[in-house]
């Protein structure tokens, strides 16, 4: 019978949460209008005005998607 080793089962488990815990990150699609959501934005257009024109472009995103990409990248 093995004895019960805490190190090693707590070890496991740590590396199981880094694991869990890694951003799963990809790009998004607003970053192809990088530059016209930051030129719009700049000039006064609001953040329903821009999911507005993305809608035009075929991107269906909600408006808190635009307001949270434009307060990271914008």
Request: hydrophobic share 40%; no cysteine; aromatic share 10%.
């Amino acid at each position: 019978m093995t004895k019960f080793d805490v190190e090693t089962e707590l070890a496991k488990l740590k590396a199981e949460t880094r694991e869990l815990r890694q951003k799963r990150f990809k790009n998004s699609r607003l970053n192809f209008y990088h530059g016209e959501l930051v030129k719009m934005r700049i000039k006064g257009a609001t953040v329903a005005e821009l999911q507005r024109w993305l809608k035009v472009k075929r991107i269906s995103v909600a408006w808190t998607t635009v307001k949270r990409w434009l307060d990271n990248h914008g």
